[in-house]
Protein backbone atom coordinates (compact mmCIF):
# COMPACT_ATOMS: atom_id res chain seq x y z
CA UNK A 1 0.00 0.00 0.00
CA UNK A 2 2.75 2.29 -0.66
CA UNK A 3 0.60 5.76 -1.86
CA UNK A 4 2.47 8.88 -0.45
CA UNK A 5 4.89 11.45 -1.75
CA UNK A 6 5.74 14.70 0.01
CA UNK A 7 3.04 16.89 1.54
CA UNK A 8 3.67 18.73 4.83
CA UNK A 9 3.91 21.97 4.31
CA UNK A 10 4.32 22.63 9.06
CA UNK A 11 6.82 20.34 10.08
CA UNK A 12 6.46 19.37 13.75
CA UNK A 13 8.89 21.05 16.65
CA UNK A 14 11.46 18.69 17.12
CA UNK A 15 10.76 17.35 20.53
CA UNK A 16 6.89 16.51 18.94
CA UNK A 17 8.85 14.70 15.95
CA UNK A 18 11.22 12.62 18.31
CA UNK A 19 8.02 11.90 20.60
CA UNK A 20 6.49 10.54 17.00
CA UNK A 21 9.48 8.89 15.94
CA UNK A 22 10.02 6.94 18.61
CA UNK A 23 6.22 5.96 19.11
CA UNK A 24 5.37 4.82 15.40
CA UNK A 25 8.72 2.59 15.54
CA UNK A 26 7.86 1.18 18.64
CA UNK A 27 4.28 0.15 17.18
CA UNK A 28 5.93 -1.90 14.31
CA UNK A 29 7.76 -4.04 16.93
CA UNK A 30 4.95 -4.27 19.44
CA UNK A 31 2.71 -6.03 16.23
CA UNK A 32 5.68 -8.16 15.33
CA UNK A 33 6.33 -9.54 18.65
CA UNK A 34 3.94 -12.68 19.12
CA UNK A 35 5.87 -13.59 15.83
CA UNK A 36 8.47 -16.14 16.05
CA UNK A 37 11.49 -15.91 13.41
CA UNK A 38 10.40 -18.59 11.33
CA UNK A 39 6.96 -16.11 10.78
CA UNK A 40 8.46 -13.21 9.99
CA UNK A 41 10.51 -14.53 7.10
CA UNK A 42 7.24 -16.00 5.46
CA UNK A 43 5.75 -14.53 2.30
CA UNK A 44 2.46 -16.29 1.19
CA UNK A 45 1.87 -14.67 -2.27
CA UNK A 46 3.91 -12.24 -4.49
CA UNK A 47 1.50 -9.17 -3.39
CA UNK A 48 2.88 -9.65 -0.06
CA UNK A 49 5.76 -9.42 1.96
CA UNK A 50 7.34 -11.10 4.82
CA UNK A 51 7.33 -8.85 8.51
CA UNK A 52 10.94 -8.99 8.77
CA UNK A 53 10.94 -7.29 5.61
CA UNK A 54 8.43 -4.45 6.85
CA UNK A 55 10.26 -3.64 9.61
CA UNK A 56 13.77 -3.14 7.69
CA UNK A 57 12.22 -1.43 4.12
CA UNK A 58 10.52 1.09 6.99
CA UNK A 59 14.00 1.39 8.01
CA UNK A 60 15.83 1.84 4.94
CA UNK A 61 13.56 4.51 4.37
CA UNK A 62 14.65 6.76 7.01
CA UNK A 63 18.61 5.88 6.57
CA UNK A 64 18.27 5.91 2.75
CA UNK A 65 16.48 9.65 2.57
CA UNK A 66 17.36 11.20 6.03
CA UNK A 67 20.41 10.04 7.86
CA UNK A 68 22.49 9.48 4.37
CA UNK A 69 22.12 13.08 3.05
CA UNK A 70 21.57 14.68 6.67
CA UNK A 71 23.60 12.84 9.53
CA UNK A 72 27.28 14.03 9.20
CA UNK A 73 29.34 11.02 9.41
CA UNK A 74 26.31 8.57 9.47
CA UNK A 75 28.11 4.94 8.51
CA UNK A 76 25.12 2.90 7.43
CA UNK A 77 24.58 -0.48 9.50
CA UNK A 78 25.05 -2.65 6.14
CA UNK A 79 25.44 -1.43 2.89
CA UNK A 80 23.97 -4.81 1.22
CA UNK A 81 21.00 -3.41 3.28
CA UNK A 82 20.41 -0.79 0.22
CA UNK A 83 19.77 -3.37 -2.48
CA UNK A 84 17.86 -5.76 0.14
CA UNK A 85 15.22 -3.46 1.24
CA UNK A 86 14.79 -0.72 -1.35
CA UNK A 87 10.56 -1.16 -2.66
CA UNK A 88 10.87 0.31 -6.08
CA UNK A 89 12.62 3.43 -6.18
CA UNK A 90 14.53 3.42 -9.18
CA UNK A 91 16.17 6.60 -8.65
CA UNK A 92 17.76 4.92 -5.92
CA UNK A 93 19.08 1.81 -7.47
CA UNK A 94 18.65 -1.55 -8.11
CA UNK A 95 16.45 -3.67 -5.71
CA UNK A 96 15.65 -7.36 -4.60
CA UNK A 97 12.75 -8.91 -6.87
CA UNK A 98 9.27 -8.04 -4.80
CA UNK A 99 8.10 -11.93 -5.21
CA UNK A 100 11.75 -13.33 -4.02
CA UNK A 101 11.43 -11.59 -0.72
CA UNK A 102 10.37 -14.84 1.19
CA UNK A 103 14.01 -16.28 0.22
CA UNK A 104 15.67 -13.94 2.41
CA UNK A 105 16.55 -16.31 5.19
CA UNK A 106 19.44 -14.32 5.81
CA UNK A 107 19.52 -11.48 7.30
CA UNK A 108 17.58 -13.11 10.70
CA UNK A 109 15.37 -11.56 12.14
CA UNK A 110 17.61 -10.58 15.02
CA UNK A 111 19.72 -8.75 12.55
CA UNK A 112 16.82 -6.88 11.32
CA UNK A 113 15.94 -5.76 15.27
CA UNK A 114 19.97 -4.15 15.15
CA UNK A 115 19.30 -2.52 12.12
CA UNK A 116 16.65 -1.11 13.73
CA UNK A 117 18.02 0.19 16.66
CA UNK A 118 21.32 1.10 14.64
CA UNK A 119 19.21 3.38 12.94
CA UNK A 120 16.56 4.72 15.63
CA UNK A 121 19.88 5.88 17.55
CA UNK A 122 21.58 7.51 14.64
CA UNK A 123 17.71 9.43 14.22
CA UNK A 124 16.54 10.62 17.69
CA UNK A 125 20.31 12.37 17.42
CA UNK A 126 19.84 14.27 14.64
CA UNK A 127 15.84 14.92 15.27
CA UNK A 128 16.48 18.03 17.76
CA UNK A 129 18.23 19.57 15.09
CA UNK A 130 15.81 19.03 11.91
CA UNK A 131 13.09 21.35 12.17
CA UNK A 132 15.50 24.48 13.20
CA UNK A 133 17.73 23.43 10.50
CA UNK A 134 15.86 21.52 7.63
CA UNK A 135 11.75 22.11 7.23
CA UNK A 136 11.92 20.02 4.32
CA UNK A 137 14.12 17.21 6.02
CA UNK A 138 11.50 17.56 9.14
CA UNK A 139 9.08 16.98 6.41
CA UNK A 140 10.52 13.89 4.89
CA UNK A 141 10.91 12.41 8.46
CA UNK A 142 7.25 13.25 8.89
CA UNK A 143 6.78 11.44 5.39
CA UNK A 144 8.58 8.60 6.42
CA UNK A 145 6.46 7.93 9.83
CA UNK A 146 3.24 7.95 7.79
CA UNK A 147 5.04 5.32 5.49
CA UNK A 148 5.56 3.31 8.38
CA UNK A 149 2.12 3.17 9.41
CA UNK A 150 1.43 2.02 6.09
CA UNK A 151 3.38 -0.62 5.97
CA UNK A 152 2.29 -1.59 10.00
CA UNK A 153 -1.29 -2.45 7.87
CA UNK A 154 0.36 -4.08 5.75
CA UNK A 155 2.35 -6.27 8.09
CA UNK A 156 -0.75 -7.40 9.80
CA UNK A 157 -2.70 -7.95 6.45
CA UNK A 158 0.47 -9.91 5.21
CA UNK A 159 0.81 -11.66 8.00
CA UNK A 160 -2.77 -12.55 8.30
CA UNK A 161 -2.26 -13.89 4.21
CA UNK A 162 0.30 -16.55 5.58
CA UNK A 163 -1.49 -18.15 8.56
CA UNK A 164 -4.72 -18.64 6.73
CA UNK A 165 -2.87 -20.65 4.60
CA UNK A 166 -1.57 -22.59 7.92
CA UNK A 167 -3.46 -25.66 9.40
CA UNK A 168 -2.96 -24.48 12.86
CA UNK A 169 -4.85 -20.90 12.04
CA UNK A 170 -2.43 -19.08 14.04
CA UNK A 171 -3.00 -16.04 15.89
CA UNK A 172 -1.59 -12.76 13.97
CA UNK A 173 -2.52 -10.85 17.04
CA UNK A 174 -3.26 -12.91 20.31
CA UNK A 175 -6.41 -12.14 22.11
CA UNK A 176 -7.47 -9.62 19.54
CA UNK A 177 -11.07 -8.48 19.31
CA UNK A 178 -12.62 -7.03 16.53
CA UNK A 179 -14.07 -3.73 17.03
CA UNK A 180 -17.68 -2.95 17.69
CA UNK A 181 -19.99 -1.94 14.79
CA UNK A 182 -22.58 0.72 14.66
CA UNK A 183 -26.11 -0.29 15.64
CA UNK A 184 -29.48 -0.53 14.66
CA UNK A 185 -30.59 -0.62 11.18
CA UNK A 186 -28.96 0.52 7.97
CA UNK A 187 -30.83 3.73 6.16
CA UNK A 188 -29.75 6.00 3.72
CA UNK A 189 -29.07 9.61 3.92
CA UNK A 190 -30.06 12.11 1.02
CA UNK A 191 -27.19 14.50 -0.23
CA UNK A 192 -28.58 17.28 -2.78
CA UNK A 193 -26.34 17.72 -5.22
CA UNK A 194 -23.52 20.45 -6.46
CA UNK A 195 -20.04 21.88 -6.36
CA UNK A 196 -18.18 20.58 -3.36
CA UNK A 197 -14.44 20.92 -2.49
CA UNK A 198 -12.75 17.51 -3.00
CA UNK A 199 -8.67 17.12 -1.65
CA UNK A 200 -6.76 17.96 1.83
CA UNK A 201 -8.04 21.36 3.26
CA UNK A 202 -3.73 22.07 3.76
CA UNK A 203 -3.85 21.58 7.59
CA UNK A 204 -1.01 19.33 8.84
CA UNK A 205 0.11 16.18 6.64
CA UNK A 206 -1.44 14.77 3.89
CA UNK A 207 0.37 12.59 0.95
CA UNK A 208 0.67 14.02 -2.48
CA UNK A 209 -1.97 11.93 -4.05
CA UNK A 210 -4.51 13.93 -1.94
CA UNK A 211 -3.77 17.31 -3.56
CA UNK A 212 -4.51 19.55 -4.75
CA UNK A 213 -7.89 20.09 -3.50
CA UNK A 214 -10.33 20.84 -6.55
CA UNK A 215 -14.15 21.08 -7.08
CA UNK A 216 -16.24 18.45 -8.13
CA UNK A 217 -19.76 18.28 -9.22
CA UNK A 218 -22.09 15.79 -8.08
CA UNK A 219 -25.44 15.19 -8.45
CA UNK A 220 -28.48 14.16 -5.96
CA UNK A 221 -28.09 10.96 -4.52
CA UNK A 222 -28.29 8.63 -1.22
CA UNK A 223 -25.56 6.91 1.06
CA UNK A 224 -25.91 4.19 3.21
CA UNK A 225 -25.47 5.11 7.11
CA UNK A 226 -23.48 1.92 7.79
CA UNK A 227 -21.53 -0.86 5.83
CA UNK A 228 -22.23 -3.92 4.35
CA UNK A 229 -22.82 -6.70 7.19
CA UNK A 230 -21.55 -10.63 6.93
CA UNK A 231 -25.43 -11.62 7.38
CA UNK A 232 -26.02 -9.32 3.83
CA UNK A 233 -23.39 -11.10 2.55
CA UNK A 234 -24.78 -14.48 3.32
CA UNK A 235 -28.56 -13.74 1.73
CA UNK A 236 -26.42 -13.18 -1.37
CA UNK A 237 -24.22 -16.17 -1.78
CA UNK A 238 -27.51 -17.89 -1.09
CA UNK A 239 -29.44 -15.88 -3.58
CA UNK A 240 -26.75 -17.28 -6.65
CA UNK A 241 -24.51 -14.23 -6.08
CA UNK A 242 -21.49 -16.16 -7.02
CA UNK A 243 -23.23 -17.82 -9.62
CA UNK A 244 -24.91 -14.93 -11.61
CA UNK A 245 -22.87 -13.39 -14.57
CA UNK A 246 -25.30 -10.32 -14.90
CA UNK A 247 -24.27 -9.36 -11.73
CA UNK A 248 -20.45 -9.00 -12.88
CA UNK A 249 -18.23 -6.93 -14.77
CA UNK A 250 -16.64 -9.44 -17.32
CA UNK A 251 -13.27 -9.21 -16.21
CA UNK A 252 -14.87 -10.10 -12.60
CA UNK A 253 -16.63 -13.16 -13.89
CA UNK A 254 -13.59 -14.35 -15.27
CA UNK A 255 -11.95 -14.10 -12.04
CA UNK A 256 -14.94 -16.03 -10.35
CA UNK A 257 -14.45 -19.40 -12.53
CA UNK A 258 -10.73 -18.94 -12.77
CA UNK A 259 -10.43 -18.88 -8.85
CA UNK A 260 -13.07 -20.32 -7.93
CA UNK A 261 -15.08 -17.84 -5.77
CA UNK A 262 -17.59 -18.57 -3.64
CA UNK A 263 -17.26 -16.50 -0.42
CA UNK A 264 -15.27 -13.48 0.68
CA UNK A 265 -11.84 -14.45 1.66
CA UNK A 266 -11.16 -16.08 4.72
CA UNK A 267 -14.63 -17.37 4.77
CA UNK A 268 -15.12 -21.20 5.35
CA UNK A 269 -18.29 -22.87 5.71
CA UNK A 270 -18.33 -26.29 7.69
CA UNK A 271 -21.65 -28.07 9.36
CA UNK A 272 -24.21 -25.06 7.97
CA UNK A 273 -21.85 -22.25 9.84
CA UNK A 274 -19.62 -19.71 8.51
CA UNK A 275 -16.57 -19.33 10.14
CA UNK A 276 -14.00 -16.61 9.68
CA UNK A 277 -10.15 -15.82 9.61
CA UNK A 278 -9.14 -12.66 11.27
CA UNK A 279 -6.27 -11.45 13.53
CA UNK A 280 -7.63 -13.01 16.94
CA UNK A 281 -7.75 -17.21 14.60
CA UNK A 282 -10.63 -18.51 13.52
CA UNK A 283 -13.80 -17.62 15.18
CA UNK A 284 -17.68 -17.91 14.27
CA UNK A 285 -18.38 -15.17 11.39
CA UNK A 286 -20.32 -12.45 13.47
CA UNK A 287 -23.17 -11.96 11.58
CA UNK A 288 -23.77 -8.08 12.27
CA UNK A 289 -20.20 -7.10 11.53
CA UNK A 290 -19.34 -5.51 8.58
CA UNK A 291 -18.17 -7.76 5.28
CA UNK A 292 -14.51 -8.00 5.06
CA UNK A 293 -11.83 -9.13 2.31
CA UNK A 294 -13.54 -8.57 -0.44
CA UNK A 295 -12.19 -7.23 -4.01
CA UNK A 296 -13.91 -4.50 -6.01
CA UNK A 297 -15.19 -6.74 -8.45
CA UNK A 298 -17.29 -8.42 -5.52
CA UNK A 299 -18.45 -5.08 -4.26
CA UNK A 300 -19.88 -3.82 -7.18
CA UNK A 301 -21.35 -7.64 -7.82
CA UNK A 302 -23.34 -6.82 -4.60
CA UNK A 303 -24.79 -3.63 -5.18
CA UNK A 304 -25.91 -4.43 -8.58
CA UNK A 305 -27.98 -7.45 -6.76
CA UNK A 306 -28.85 -4.87 -4.00
CA UNK A 307 -30.14 -2.57 -6.14
CA UNK A 308 -27.88 0.31 -5.69
CA UNK A 309 -23.99 1.13 -6.72
CA UNK A 310 -20.98 1.98 -4.98
CA UNK A 311 -20.65 5.75 -4.59
CA UNK A 312 -17.68 7.79 -5.88
CA UNK A 313 -14.98 8.70 -4.07
CA UNK A 314 -15.60 12.26 -4.40
CA UNK A 315 -19.74 11.13 -3.08
CA UNK A 316 -18.08 9.03 -0.46
CA UNK A 317 -15.61 12.14 0.76
CA UNK A 318 -18.76 14.86 0.80
CA UNK A 319 -20.86 12.47 2.99
CA UNK A 320 -18.33 11.03 5.58
CA UNK A 321 -18.51 13.94 7.97
CA UNK A 322 -22.44 13.63 8.18
CA UNK A 323 -23.36 12.83 11.65
CA UNK A 324 -26.04 10.44 10.73
CA UNK A 325 -23.01 8.18 8.24
CA UNK A 326 -20.82 5.56 10.73
CA UNK A 327 -18.29 3.69 10.17
CA UNK A 328 -16.24 5.71 7.68
CA UNK A 329 -12.70 4.25 9.74
CA UNK A 330 -11.74 2.43 12.05
CA UNK A 331 -13.61 -1.48 10.07
CA UNK A 332 -12.36 -1.80 6.51
CA UNK A 333 -11.94 -0.04 3.58
CA UNK A 334 -14.47 1.09 1.15
CA UNK A 335 -14.25 0.66 -2.34
CA UNK A 336 -15.59 3.12 -4.56
CA UNK A 337 -16.17 3.52 -8.27
CA UNK A 338 -13.82 5.76 -9.01
CA UNK A 339 -10.71 4.83 -10.63
CA UNK A 340 -6.79 5.87 -9.16
CA UNK A 341 -5.95 8.87 -11.48
CA UNK A 342 -4.54 11.98 -10.88
CA UNK A 343 -6.42 14.89 -9.27
CA UNK A 344 -6.57 18.10 -11.77
CA UNK A 345 -3.20 20.03 -11.59
CA UNK A 346 -1.53 17.15 -9.78
CA UNK A 347 1.91 17.01 -10.17
CA UNK A 348 4.60 14.07 -8.50
CA UNK A 349 7.25 15.30 -6.54
CA UNK A 350 10.41 15.77 -7.88
CA UNK A 351 13.37 12.95 -7.40
CA UNK A 352 12.78 9.80 -5.70
CA UNK A 353 10.33 10.42 -3.50
CA UNK A 354 8.49 11.16 -6.14
CA UNK A 355 8.07 7.70 -7.42
CA UNK A 356 5.92 7.59 -4.39
CA UNK A 357 2.64 7.89 -6.03
CA UNK A 358 2.25 9.16 -9.43
CA UNK A 359 3.47 6.10 -11.54
CA UNK A 360 1.16 4.26 -9.98
CA UNK A 361 -2.21 6.40 -11.03
CA UNK A 362 -3.51 3.20 -13.57
CA UNK A 363 -5.22 0.38 -13.66
CA UNK A 364 -6.52 0.50 -9.98
CA UNK A 365 -9.51 1.23 -8.08
CA UNK A 366 -9.77 4.04 -5.18
CA UNK A 367 -10.80 3.20 -1.76
CA UNK A 368 -11.87 5.58 1.23
CA UNK A 369 -11.86 5.50 4.90
CA UNK A 370 -9.54 3.00 6.58
CA UNK A 371 -9.60 -0.14 8.22
CA UNK A 372 -9.58 -2.20 12.09
CA UNK A 373 -5.69 -2.62 10.85
CA UNK A 374 -5.28 1.12 10.07
CA UNK A 375 -3.17 2.54 12.95
CA UNK A 376 -5.11 5.36 14.79
CA UNK A 377 -4.47 9.17 13.79
CA UNK A 378 -3.46 7.84 9.97
CA UNK A 379 -6.84 8.82 8.46
CA UNK A 380 -8.50 11.73 6.89
CA UNK A 381 -11.03 12.25 4.94
CA UNK A 382 -9.55 12.96 1.98
CA UNK A 383 -7.15 9.65 2.23
CA UNK A 384 -7.22 7.79 -1.21
CA UNK A 385 -6.09 4.01 -0.68
CA UNK A 386 -6.19 2.02 -3.75
CA UNK A 387 -5.38 -1.14 -5.30
CA UNK A 388 -5.87 -3.62 -8.20
CA UNK A 389 -9.71 -4.37 -8.45
CA UNK A 390 -9.21 -8.16 -7.70
CA UNK A 391 -7.23 -7.96 -4.83
CA UNK A 392 -8.78 -9.49 -1.34
CA UNK A 393 -6.64 -9.98 1.38
CA UNK A 394 -6.48 -6.54 2.66
CA UNK A 395 -9.37 -5.67 4.94
CA UNK A 396 -12.02 -4.08 2.36
CA UNK A 397 -15.17 -3.68 2.35
CA UNK A 398 -17.85 -1.77 1.01
CA UNK A 399 -20.68 1.03 1.51
CA UNK A 400 -24.13 1.53 -0.76
CA UNK A 401 -25.08 4.38 -2.66
CA UNK A 402 -28.06 5.37 -4.67
CA UNK A 403 -29.42 7.87 -7.32
CA UNK A 404 -31.40 9.82 -5.42
Known amino acids: MDVAALRADQPAGSHDLARRFATVRAHTDDLAAALSAEDQCVQSMPDASPAKWHRAHTTWFFEQFILRSHAAGYVPFDPAFAYLFNSYYEAVGARHPRPMRGMLTRPSSEDVTRYRRHVDAAM????????????????????????EQQHQELLLTDMLHAFAQNPLLPAVLPGWRAPAGAEGPTGFVRFSGGIVGIGHDGEGFCFDNETPRHRALLHDYMMATRLVRNHDWVDFIRDGGYRTATLWMSDGWAQVQAQGWSAPLYWQERDGRWWQMGLGGQVLLDPDAPVCHINWYEADAFARWAGARLPSEAEWEAASVHPHI????????QWTSSAYS?????????????????KFMVNQMVLRGGSLATPPGHTRPSYRNFFHPDKR?????LRLARDA
Open 124 to 147: MALLPLLPEMDAAAAALVELGLHH
Open 326 to 333: HETTGHVW
Open 342 to 358: PYPGYRAAPGAVGEYNG
Open 393 to 397: WQFSG
